[in-house]
Every structure is written in structure tokens, then in C-alpha cells.
């Protein structure tokens, strides 16, 4: 992910130091290990999170839209699965339900 470690210097330091220098120190210096979301190639690397930063929103836009599927899809089944309860209640001449008069 970096380009040419040795010439890159770091806005935390007013870019005195080198990002190869200061990042013993440096709390914006992490390790991601996972998945690229773009092309799906194992990552393991250490670099700067402020670099990370645009890969790391990507990756949680693509877990947010997983997850709306996701709640969409079960929406979909309990609304069903309600449908067909209230179905076999009123077929069974239940004459009440969660208070709502049935017209048999």
C-alpha cells in the first residue's frame, strides 16, 4: 500500500519525520488482516491508518448493504410467516385476535 516508504513524511510530525521513522511511535500505525473489499486478496500489512482509512470505509459500506439484505430478507419471511399464523386463526373461527373482530 505505501509508496516509497523512505520519502514519505508524516502530517503528525509537520512532516519533519519520515513515515519509515516515526511509525515505532506513531499510534496511526496498525496492522490490517483481512479481505481487500475491491479485489478480495488476503491483506496483511502495516501502514498508515490515515492510508487505510479510504479502504476500511469501503469495506464497512459493503458490510452495511450485507446487512440491509440481510434485514430485508427476514422482514420479508416473518411479515409471511405473521400472514399465514393470522390465516389459520381466522380460518379456525377465531372470533378475536390481538383485538381485531373477525367478520365470520
Known amino acids: ?52 482509512s479510504v479502504t476500511l470505509l469501503m469495506d464497512i459500506a459493503r458490510r452495511n448493504i450485507e446487512t440491509a439484505g440481510e434485514v430485508s430478507s427476514f422482514r420479508s419471511e416473518m411479515r409471511k410467516q405473521n400472514e399465514e399464523i393470522l390465516s389459520l386463526q381466522y380460518s379456525r373461527g377465531r372470533t378475536t385476535l390481538l383485538g381485531i373482530e373477525n367478520d365470520n
Not at 2 to 16: G, L, P
Open 1 to 52: 500500500m505505501s509508496d516509497n516508504e523512505e520519502e514519505i513524511r508524516c502530517h503528525h510530525t509537520a512532516f519533519k519525520h519520515t513515515c519509515k521513522k516515526h511509525r515505532r511511535n506513531c499510534i496511526k500505525w496498525i496492522l490490517v488482516q483481512g479481505k481487500d473489499p475491491q479485489t478480495n486478496k488476503d491483506i496483511d500489512m502495516w501502514d498508515c491508518a490515515d492510508k487505510w
